[in-house]
């Protein structure tokens, strides 16, 4: 028997949609070793979100309270954590793999003397009770399962939109237990956080995402592709050709040298499809490929094709998906 625990992550007062996927795989997960599944929340005047994740199988949460944890800090978030995750003696640990996580979470690996299984995109439980943690390899060509057999807790990174939201509990309830810690020497502070201009969901968990490439021309083309996420709330990437070129800004770039996305819907217009793009988005649940030319490698790993021109067609589907959505 052993628990399950994960690290809810929150921003603006409010929690993200993944620490609700996280919610609902960990209370999956500890059925099946015979354990609960438990919350560690960190900040400061969090309590109201501790309760948010009761309808999602959360049983146990704990708030690790510090002013000095207002905004995220690196070594403050590992030096709070380690001690909690040492008194809680979980099984297994998890994290979203957002920016924050990929910063703290190895280094709390290695204070914690445990393994980290990193950027999976699923997980189960094995015949001995273990953790498998499987994630993409080769830039996306292979899946790899990963055991962490001989060391407690088994920490593992989970890509957003990996499992999606499980359904909520009516009624549910979750045990809060509040801790006052010490985060000691955080030797940096972050002053302030500055959010960029787009009210958009983040590329790395966004549900829906259409990117351009080189095949836009031009910056101002984009408008095209920002008007149909708008009207099917999706939003805007680009290919690093496109970047390159200087028509979107590097924070929007998907691929190898930009940001991994596993949305449910990704639409790739004029984008041919180079292996270091495809690395970045191949783990979407479906792909729809828009290029003139017919031999274009995205259309090897696309589920649906278009050949034509994207000055054509995205207006079109623009169109399609009012009607269809009533706008």
């Known amino acids: 028997m052993g628990n399950v625990l994960i690290f809810a992550e929150h921003q603006d007062g409010k929690l993200k949609k993944t620490s ?11 059925g099946k ?3 609960i599944a438990e919350a560690v929340l960190i900040g400061n005047n969090i309590d109201a979100l501790a309760n948010e994740l009761a309808p999602y199988g959360i049983k146990k949460v704990t708030v690790v309270h510090s002013p000095k944890l ?13 001690g909690i995750v040492k008194e809680l003696n979980p099984d297994i640990f998890l994290a979203t793999a957002s920016p924050a996580g990929k910063d703290f979470f190895p280094r709390l690996a ?5 393994g980290l299984a990193s950027d999976a995109v699923d ?6 009770g273990k953790l498998l943690a499987t994630r993409p390899i080769y830039s996306g060509k292979a899946l790899v ?3 962490i057999p001989n060391s407690k807790p088994q ?8 499992f999606g939201v499980g359904a909520a509990q009516a009624g549910a309830t979750a045990e809060v237990v509040k801790k006052d810690v010490d985060v000691g020497d955080m030797k940096a502070e972050m002053k302030e956080f500055v959010k960029g201009a787009s009210d958009k969901v983040d590329l790395t968990e966004a549900e829906i995402i259409v990117s351009g490439g080189r095949a836009m021309k031009e910056a101002a083309n984009f408008k095209i592709l920002q008007d149909l996420a708008d009207v099917i709330g999706a939003t805007v990437g680009a290919s690093r050709a496109a970047v390159d070129s200087g ?6 770039q998907v691929g190898q040298t930009g940001k991994v996305v596993n949305p449910k819907l990704y639409m790739a217009f004029g984008i041919s499809g180079a292996i270091q793009h495809l690395a970045g988005m191949r783990t979407s649940k479906v792909i729809v490929a828009v290029n003139k030319d017919p031999e274009a490698p995205i259309f090897q790993k696309a589920d649906y094709g278009i050949v034509g021109d994207l000055f054509e067609i995205v207006p079109l589907l623009t169109a399609e998906f009012k009607k269809v959505l009533g706008e």
């Open 20 to 30: 609700l996927e996280l919610a609902s795989k960990a209370s999956e997960l500890a």
């Open 33 to 35: 070793i015979g354990g």
């Open 70 to 82: 207002e905004k995220y800090n690196t070594l403050g978030y590992v030096n709070a954590l380690a």
């Open 110 to 114: 290695a204070r914690l003397d445990t």
């Open 123 to 128: 997980l189960k439980i094995d015949g001995d």
């Open 145 to 147: 399962d990963l055991k």
């Open 155 to 162: 920490m593992a990174l989970i890509r957003p939109n990996s």
């Open 247 to 252: 028509y979107a800004p590097h924070e929007m």
